[in-house]
């Protein structure tokens, strides 16, 4: 509504409750407040419990007074529930009125809280750390140390978690957590369209490195800070100064020590965004992250959390689709490059390495040259605008190595790697910090024909890369270490896929833990070696024809949604692109008389999960028209004519059913089709393959096979 929105200002309720979200949205106006209008579901409560309950889930708006009666209209049609609480006097006091008896439990002048309040002064001391330098095992080999840290849970498959949850909501995921043909997780960055039908959008990605805050704060929060910037390069943006973040601090600040921790890790975060040219816009702390303890023997000791700092960055990204992924795009033709930022220290505390061995380690990567990751940042996006990429990944949790293996994973392929042993500073580097130390640094993957560019572009800006090696459609990895005097040391020699299932294990265990174990079992068999999914169309795609999108009386759609639907405005915009008139229709339409049947040729149930977040949770919205004598007979009227067509998606799937929609509308009970649980016993979101029959649906006509 633009300029004609009669909301003027918006504010969400936190700690506090309403007199924390009412006082400081009116501030510095003032208002008065009717305590009893606030809506409650039990009526006994107290005016100190109305006003002081920090129930979370609703939020305070300042509304023009003159289109109140309208703003309720909007209210009433989206079922959402609101009520008029006061109103805004200007006299800079906030005056809590209780009908019940007349009296006025708060009436305070609004500078006394939320003016110029006098600082708080912390006094804070520094407690020294005494850290050792990580001591492994002797004989390691990288094979063994690969055991361990592909199972750990910061470096391992994520599958388990991003399987259980819709990805796809909205119509507007560019990029999601997966990639590549097996849809492994291994996405740096993701990417939202702003519209159905632009390439405008937003790039988002996430940044926190929380133990190495064990060893330093400050470096922790500058390495979070990076994460989040080698993270989101791999979308093309408007400019690494758009960049905004959010920063989420969880902390014990009260404990010995960690006050001083929590001040260095803030003054670092501030310093490195200044130099980058980015900045923090918002963010929460938790500054309660400790918590005493009492076990069984009476003993008492306190339990806290490392200090953790979450970078939250977005940022404007003009064309959603120039994204790289860290799949191997062309195994066999291409080559990789490695960024090296951390310019050859190979530091390890803090590293998934040093974890996997009950160790910290005593000397934390750390972000030494600012100006260099910014500089490197520029080059990729530059590289990218120019299509010279073809996958790319950072070095993060589990080390170069592990980087190089996630983009073998998701490309399904192996690869050849030649790391350096002599360092510019005239040492010997040591395989294990080389492949396993988390410093900054990124890999890309190119065609060699575009190797002279690429390396003039990186050379110009003089960043640090090295050529290490190329891709193959052989499924092995092979990693060698060239000494000073050319030799070549193999230090890994091993298939792919056995690797990947390492990789997988941790999320396997934890995924039968969470569904039917026959399902996880099952998929394992099939995960060690698999393909990827191929698609294959009888005909050719094409753009809706513009004589049908511009024609004048185009057949009207009715997208019809419930209260906590959210697939509407997706199936607008498609039924649109295909030259309908889609129009938004609510049940309260229905309920309301404000709509018929009668006018349209199509009706729609959308997905989302209408009055509740469970299994049939259509249920109550048949409701609302079987046992409702108007609606039920427009819904019959329209499903006996002979010019209509319905669709039922997700939610609205089981709504056709419920209403005998599907498969028709005449069959027995005992043959009408229900949803019941399936065999895993949790949604699942996956890529698969369908094939289409002969069907008599009209939006099938012509897609057989």
């Not at 790039?203 to 060893?215: D, N």
């Not at 010279?388 to 983009?407: A, F, V, Y």
């Not at 690429?454 to 270490?481: D, H, M, W, Y």
């Not at 049940?587 to 009668?598: H, I, P, Q």
Request: net charge negative.
């Amino acid at each position: 509504m633009a300029e004609q929105n009669p909301i003027v200002s918006i504010h969400d309720q936190g700690a506090g409750g309403n007199c924390n979200v009412v006082k400081e949205i009116i501030y510095p106006a003032g208002g008065r407040i009717e305590i009893r209008k606030i809506q409650l579901g039990d009526a006994t409560l107290s005016v100190l419990e109305i006003w002081g309950a920090e129930y979370q889930e609703q939020n305070a708006l300042l509304v023009h007074s003159e289109r109140a009666d309208e703003f309720l209209r909007l209210c009433g049609r989206e079922k959402v529930p609101c009520a008029f609480i006061g109103e805004i006097t200007g006299d800079g006091y906030i005056v809590l009125h209780d009908e019940t008896d007349g009296s006025t439990p708060v009436n305070l002048h609004l500078e006394k809280v939320l003016g110029h309040m006098p600082q708080k002064t912390f006094r804070l001391d520094r407690v020294k750390r005494t850290r050792t330098p990580l001591e492994l095992p002797e004989g390691l080999t990288v094979r063994e140390a690969l055991d361990r840290v592909l199972r750990l849970l910061s470096v391992g498959s994520k599958r388990f978690l991003v399987n259980k949850v819709d990805r796809s909501v909205t119509g507007l995921i560019a990029q999601q957590q997966c990639a590549g043909p097996l849809q492994l997780t291994v996405s740096d960055v993701a990417v939202i369209a702003q519209s159905h039908f632009g390439l405008s959008g937003a790039a988002i990605s996430i940044g926190e490195q929380p133990v190495k805050g064990l060893i330093s704060p400050a470096a922790m929060a500058r390495m979070s800070v990076a994460e989040a910037v080698t993270n989101i390069v791999w979308a093309k943006v408007s400019a690494i100064e758009d960049i905004k973040c959010s920063g989420n601090w969880m902390w014990a600040p009260k404990l010995p020590g960690e006050g001083a921790d929590l001040f260095d890790a803030a003054v670092a975060m501030r310093d490195i965004m200044i130099e980058l040219g980015i900045a923090v816009d918002g963010g929460k702390d938790s500054l309660s992250m400790a918590a005493r303890v009492t076990e069984a023997s009476g003993k008492t000791e306190v339990v806290k959390s490392p200090g953790t700092l979450v970078i939250s960055a977005y940022v404007t990204c003009p064309d959603i689709t120039k994204v790289i992924t860290p799949d191997i795009k062309m195994p066999g033709k291409s080559r990789l490059l490695f960024i090296d930022l951390g310019m050859e220290k190979d530091r390890t505390g803090g590293s998934a390495l040093a974890q996997c061995f009950n160790q910290v380690g005593n000397e934390s990567p750390d972000v030494d040259d600012a100006g260099l990751l910014k500089k490197s940042f520029q080059v990729i996006q530059k590289l990218i605008a120019e299509d010279m990429i073809l996958s790319g990944h950072d070095r993060s949790d589990g080390g170069l190595i592990t980087t190089l293996l996630e983009m073998a994973f998701a490309g399904n392929c192996g690869i050849e790697i030649e790391l350096m042993q002599e360092a510019r500073s005239g040492l010997q580097r040591e395989i294990m910090p080389m492949l396993f130390s988390e410093e900054l640094g990124m890999v890309i993957e190119y065609l060699p024909e575009h190797e002279k560019e690429i390396l003039a572009a990186f050379a110009a800006e003089g960043i640090p890369c090295q050529l290490i090696g190329s891709t193959t459609i052989e499924k092995k990895v092979r990693v060698s270490l060239i000494t000073e005097h050319s030799s070549r040391i193999t230090v890994l020699d091993e298939d792919m896929q056995v690797l990947r299932a390492v990789w997988e294990e941790t999320s396997y265990q934890l995924d039968r833990l969470q569904r039917n174990p026959a399902c996880v079992d099952e998929e394992k068999k099939h995960i060690y070696d698999r393909k990827g999914l191929s698609f294959s169309l009888s005909f050719v795609p094409e753009p809706t024809a513009s004589a049908i999108i511009q024609r004048d009386h185009k057949p009207k759609v009715a997208i019809i949604r419930e209260e906590g639907s959210n697939g509407d405005r997706e199936m607008t915009s498609a039924f649109f692109e295909a030259g309908f008139e889609p129009w938004d229709v609510t049940m309260t339409d229905f309920l309301d008389k404000k709509v018929n049947l009668e006018e349209f040729r199509g009706v729609v149930f959308v997905g989302g999960f209408s009055y509740a977040d469970v299994l049939d949770s259509a249920k109550g919205w048949a409701g609302v028209i079987k046992f409702n004598k108007h609606i039920w007979q427009q819904f019959q009227a329209f499903y006996d004519r002979t010019d209509t067509f319905s669709l039922g998606v997700c939610n609205g799937c089981q709504l056709a059913a419920l209403l005998g929609w599907v498969p028709w509308q005449g069959i027995s009970d005992s043959s009408q089709p229900r949803f019941i649980h399936n065999k895993s016993g949790r949604f699942e979101s996956r890529f698969v393959s369908l094939k289409i029959l002969n069907s008599p649906s009209v939006m099938l006509k012509g897609m057989e096979n």
